[in-house]
């Protein structure tokens, strides 16, 4: 049959040939319902038309991303991408997450960058950053920005001035704080110091034995000539007595200067 199964779009007249010929008593429950709405007999996806601005050329080549869906893009995204861009340690806060009914959005009122639904974040700054460009006239994108971003370091230096204060006046009625997070980081890592530092230690002393045997096989006690030995001094007085004296000619008429 080819390439291509048509079994499912011949079943009607299959089962027409077999009643005909009485290899089937009955007509099936689907007989009439198919013979009806016959199946399509399109068996290729057509390709959807793409409409454009400008003509463009045939492509030759099928696109491999033709049923992929499309990306789809906010005018919110470039301004999020700027802020977090220059402040990337904001995606290192907490946020909460949660809503009420699903609205909140819908009540903010950006005309002021604090809102009462949620905390002030990088979101603050780029939903009024939107505002100001839709609702102040002949405003840049710079000038919004640097707007809600001011806005928004004023609010930020505030909340920390009110939690110093907060703190200052706990600590006054006798609360007590636990450690901090910079001084559990610092004893963490003078903790880890101290391990490479013994470490250290004990591979640069196992390194210097390795090296000192390496390059002395006889210790120097045993290289010491003891001055008591009678058999170095015997070996001593035959050295001597070879050793001419002095005006004396050595051996092969070579004279010996003193």
């Not at 009643?19 to 399109?42: D, F, H, M």
């Not at 990088?122 to 102040?136: A, F, I, K």
């Not at 901090?180 to 640069?204: C, H, I, N, Y």
């Amino acid at each position: 049959m080819g390439r291509y199964d048509f079994r499912a779009h011949r079943v009607l007249q299959a089962a027409t040939q077999q009643l005909a010929t009485a290899r089937l008593s009955k007509s099936p429950p689907w007989y009439n319902v198919v013979g009806s709405i016959p199946p399509p007999q399109i068996l290729v996806r057509t390709q959807p038309i793409e409409h454009h601005d400008h003509p463009r050329r045939p492509q030759i080549k099928k696109p491999s991303k033709l049923f992929q869906p499309r990306t789809i893009k906010y005018e919110e995204d470039l301004l999020r991408a700027e802020f977090f861009r220059d402040h990337p340690w904001e995606l290192a806060r907490p946020r909460v997450v949660l809503e009420n009914d699903g609205k909140d959005g819908q009540r903010d009122d950006w005309s002021t960058i604090e809102q009462e639904s949620h905390s002030l974040n990088g979101e603050s700054v780029v939903q009024r950053q939107m505002w100001l460009l839709h609702n102040r006239p002949n405003i840049t994108k710079a000038e919004a920005y640097d707007q809600a971003r001011h806005e928004f370091y004023e609010r930020r230096l505030q909340e920390d001035v009110e939690r110093r204060v907060a703190k200052e006046e706990a600590l006054a009625t006798g609360a007590y704080f636990g450690k901090s997070t910079l001084q559990v980081g610092m004893e963490l890592e003078d903790r880890m110091f101290e391990r490479w530092k013994e470490w250290a230690v004990k591979e640069t002393t196992e390194q210097a034995q390795k090296e000192a045997a390496a390059y002395t096989s006889v210790s120097n006690e045993d290289m010491v000539i003891s001055g008591d030995d009678s058999e170095t001094e015997a070996a001593m007085a035959d050295v001597d007595d070879s050793i001419p004296a002095q005006g004396q000619e050595a051996a092969g008429s070579m004279p010996v200067h003193p």
